[in-house]
């Protein structure tokens, strides 16, 4: 199964931009048979604005744009907010580096 998402910084509005790119990643999933996943990057949090992951779910919703998972539904591959995978990603780099495949730098 093809899994498409789409993953804006919450630092403003959504833009023209962000939404061609969740547009063309929903129509994917949705003629693939897919699922379409949103994904918040709040990780520049000296730009991220408290209200901005809410504003682009309400504006990709008055688009026609759902989503399969997302940080306001859940899912299986939560969490769907990138500071709450920091974890996740730690210990992939920590394993990483344990094999030899990966270096401090």
């Not at 309400?58 to 969490?79: F, Q």
């Not at 709450?84 to 780099?93: A, E, G, L």
């Amino acid at each position: 199964m093809i899994v498409t998402r789409f993953a804006p910084s919450p630092t403003g509005y959504l833009h023209i931009g962000g939404a061609r790119t969740a547009l063309f990643n929903w129509l994917l999933a949705r003629k693939a048979g897919g699922k379409f996943l949103l994904r918040i990057e709040d990780t520049d949090t000296k730009r991220n604005t408290p209200t901005a992951a809410q504003q682009v779910m309400d504006d990709l919703r008055w688009l026609g744009i759902d989503w399969d998972e997302g940080p306001d539904i859940g899912g299986p591959n939560c969490p769907y907010k990138q500071s709450d995978r920091r974890d996740i990603y730690n210990r992939y780099i920590q394993q990483l580096i344990d094999e030899k495949k990966a270096y401090y730098c």
